[in-house]
């Protein structure tokens, strides 16, 4: 699916009005949930993300390496998501198509396999998950504190749309740092449980 730069850029600060608008304290969206659930290149990503942060409509959260962890809408892009028309002549993009609040059009985002509930794949992506820490080659030690954040996030993303998104990107930014050869099991799940939690449309 192809999009255009005016789709993807309304379609990130739609993600992150969401985003603050269910939580209010949130640090922004993690940088690979973004991807993910905007499902295009990193440097298509990053270009448009760097172009709404120049217009002020977005703050990034960097790192040592240069790269972006967290976007977080700012007052200005709250202001354009919730009056558009008015800034119809500066930014052309505001009268894209976004994919992140109109319902009925293909979601943005497949992961999920439909024939079991959303519960049952939790389970199994994070018993994978158990299973390679237990046969992983390192101390007992750091696989108790891999598995104590495992639970951690298993637990918060059984909670469905009572989820705290804070503690889902705690325990996941900890988990990449951590343990990233648990995150191809864990991924797809992560990102749908973060979808539900934000009550943006699903692939079940």
């Given at each position: 699916?192809?999009?255009?730069?005016?789709?993807?850029?309304?379609?990130?600060?739609?993600?992150?009005?969401?985003?603050?608008?269910?939580?209010?304290?949130?640090?922004?969206v993690d940088?690979?949930?973004?991807?993910?659930?905007?499902?295009?290149?990193?440097?298509?990503?990053?270009?448009?993300?760097?172009?709404?942060?120049?217009?002020?409509?977005?703050?990034?959260?960097?790192?040592?390496?240069?790269?972006?962890?967290?976007?977080?809408?700012?007052?200005?892009?709250?202001?354009?998501?919730?009056?558009?028309?008015?800034?119809?002549?500066?930014?052309?993009?505001?009268?894209?198509?976004?994919?992140?609040?109109?319902?009925?059009?293909?979601?943005?985002?497949?992961?999920?396999?439909?024939?079991?509930?959303?519960?049952?794949?939790?389970?199994?992506?994070?018993?994978?998950?158990?299973?390679?820490?237990?046969?992983?080659?390192?101390?007992?030690?750091?696989?108790?504190?891999?598995?104590?954040?495992?639970?951690?996030?298993?637990?918060?993303?059984?909670?469905?749309?009572?989820?705290?998104?804070?503690?889902?990107?705690?325990?996941w930014e900890?988990?990449?740092?951590?343990?990233?050869?648990?995150?191809?099991?864990?991924?797809?799940?992560?990102?749908?449980?973060?979808?539900?939690?934000?009550?943006?449309?699903?692939?079940?």
């Amino acid at each position: 699916m192809t999009v255009s730069d005016n789709q993807v850029l309304l379609d990130i600060l739609e993600l992150l009005h969401k985003n603050i608008s269910d939580d209010p304290a949130s640090p922004g969206v993690d940088r690979a949930i973004t991807q993910a659930t905007l499902q295009i290149l990193p440097k298509e990503m990053d270009d448009n993300m760097s172009y709404l942060a120049e217009r002020n409509l977005v703050a990034l959260a960097g790192t040592a390496s240069g790269k972006w962890t967290f976007a977080k809408i700012t007052t200005d892009g709250i202001d354009f998501i919730d009056n558009k028309e008015r800034y119809e002549g500066k930014f052309p993009f505001s009268q894209a198509s976004s994919q992140i609040q109109e319902e009925g059009q293909e979601k943005v985002f497949q992961t999920v396999q439909p024939q079991a509930s959303f519960p049952e794949q939790i389970s199994n992506a994070f018993k994978q998950a158990s299973d390679q820490v237990l046969g992983a080659k390192i101390s007992s030690g750091e696989k108790e504190k891999i598995e104590k954040q495992l639970k951690s996030l298993e637990k918060e993303l059984l909670k469905t749309k009572k989820a705290d998104l804070g503690v889902i990107q705690k325990d996941w930014e900890w988990l990449k740092k951590n343990a990233d050869w648990v995150i191809p099991a864990l991924a797809s799940v992560v990102l749908e449980g973060i979808r539900v939690a934000l009550d943006l449309p699903t692939s079940a």
